[in-house]
DNA sequence: CGGGCGGCCTGGAGGC
DNA sequence: TGCCTCCAGGCCGCCC
């Protein structure tokens, strides 16, 4: 499931890889994706243009082309990025293919397709409706504690939730929230607005530690093609509560608890995080 | 308008 | 062993 550390590492392999190259041919074989997608569109915006960069905003992966045209991508939650030799056979699940001009393609496969493709006219990135509406990086380095703690002032809903919001804070997943909130010794539950400075200050730090972490162990799983698999960097990160229900808590020995959020499971240490809450 | 929730989708795990 | 159910997850759109 590609996270923010993931897309992060995909982009800075894609950036290394494919800048210079043309699109010569693109071949939808499967449209079925989160929305159709619209292979009229993508022909009119990238056939025939040449990759100037790559940039990543959220979980989204922007190819920017020299007309100024941007070939958005999403992974949804199983998807993969893969540029290999155009001999190698078709998955099951390769659903766009993009030609370049030196017998590469850059493959989108997602078994779940959850993902999304879609291509951005010139000047339209930011008012293109999955990227509107974003929030904050929390990895910009303009972002302080101060600036959650003052937009948070009136938000009674629990802080794990926000956290998860893309519209407050993007690229915070589910994993990366319950090990953040573990590590600052927040109780997950606790009211936004009830969260102190001092507490939003520590919390920042957590997210962009345990982002940052991932990101460099996702950053040796790379091999010899763009491997948006990640999936070796999960096995090297140590996950100090997600998915640990009933195990004891590595800082204090209590019993990690599971309860779910949002439909959404949420594990904690209910010694560490005892946190200020009322309820 | 804040915010919770259903649904999309499929592979893997667990139960019988 | 196979079938059946459940679960995971990001994110949009619906609804209160």
Redo the contacts with the bound molecule.
């Keep these: 499931?590609p996270?923010l550390p993931e897309v992060e590492t995909i982009c800075c392999a894609l950036q290394q890889n494919i800048p210079g190259l043309k699109v010569q041919d693109i071949r939808v074989r499967d449209a079925?994706l989160?929305w159709p997608v619209d292979e009229i569109r993508l022909r009119q915006l990238v056939l025939g243009q040449t990759v100037t960069g790559v940039h990543r905003r959220?979980?989204?992966l922007l190819i920017g082309f020299e007309q100024e045209s941007t070939l958005i991508l999403?992974l949804?939650?199983?998807g993969r990025l893969l540029l290999l030799s155009d001999s190698q056979p078709f998955h099951?699940?390769d659903h766009v293919i993009f030609y370049f001009d030196d017998a590469r393609q850059l493959r989108f496969r997602d078994?779940?397709?959850?993902g999304m493709v879609d291509a951005i006219p010139p000047g339209a990135a930011s008012t293109h409706?999955?990227l509107a509406h974003l929030g904050v990086e929390p990895l910009s380095t303009g972002l302080s504690g101060n600036d959650l703690f003052s937009r948070a002032q009136?938000?009674?809903?629990?802080i794990k939730?926000?956290l998860?919001d893309?519209g407050f804070i993007?690229g915070v997943?589910?994993?990366y929230a319950n090990e953040a909130l573990f590590h600052a010794g927040i109780d997950p539950r606790t009211p936004?607005n009830e969260i102190t400075l001092a507490d939003w200050q520590n919390l920042l730090a957590r997210v962009q530690e345990v982002l940052r972490d991932a990101i460099s162990k996702g950053g040796t799983t790379l091999n010899d093609f763009v491997n948006s698999n990640g999936e070796t960097g999960y096995f090297q990160l140590v996950l100090a509560v997600y998915g640990r229900e009933g195990q004891p808590c590595v800082r204090c020995g209590s019993t990690v608890e599971r309860i779910v959020m949002?439909?959404?499971?949420t594990f904690f240490c209910p010694a560490c995080q005892s946190g200020k809450r009322s309820g």
């Design positions: 499931m996270e079925r989160r959220a979980k989204y999403h949804g939650m199983s099951k699940h078994p779940r397709r959850f409706p999955r009136r938000l009674q809903r629990p939730n926000l998860m893309a993007v997943g589910n994993i936004a949002v439909g959404r499971s």
